[in-house]
């Protein structure tokens, strides 16, 4: 059974570091695109970054770049997104998802693209 499983969500100060995982499992991993998303309290979830595992190339949203930096660990089916620099305004539930058989040579993040959801785990940031 194909799936993916968020964790490494927590409480950060403005201005430290968080690193989430992404673990699938039931897929051909190199023919997939994982992106992670994320959604604020009242607000649609949106799009952060992604990655096409059969060529690394990667997406991320204006608002995170140089800031976060998605990346993949093929030995363990594991992708991460490692959150530098957090803003009080990065607090939301973060998903990952899968995009198997995606076409193309670069991942997008636009959530209709993605059939696999995981649980969501929680980033907070506040002093």
């Known amino acids: 059974q194909a799936q993916v499983v968020e964790s490494g969500g927590g409480l950060v100060q403005p201005g430290g570091s968080l690193t989430l995982s992404c673990a699938a499992s039931?897929?051909?991993?190199?023919?997939?695109?994982i992106g992670w998303f994320r959604q604020a309290p009242g607000k649609k979830r949106e799009g952060v970054s992604c990655?096409?595992?059969?060529?690394?190339?990667?997406n991320y949203v204006d608002s995170v770049k140089g800031r976060f930096t998605i990346s993949r660990d093929n030995a363990k089916n594991t992708v991460y997104l490692k959150m530098n620099s957090l803003k009080p305004e990065d607090t939301a539930v973060y998903y990952c998802?899968?995009?198997?058989?995606?076409?193309?040579?670069?991942?997008?993040?636009?959530?209709?693209?993605?059939?696999?959801w995981g649980q969501g785990t929680q980033v907070t940031v506040s002093s």
């Open positions: 998802a899968a995009r198997p058989r995606a076409p193309g040579d670069w991942c997008l993040i636009t959530l209709t693209n993605y059939n696999y």
């Open positions: 039931g897929f051909t991993f190199d023919s997939v695109d």
């Open positions: 990655i096409k595992l059969r060529n690394d190339n990667t």
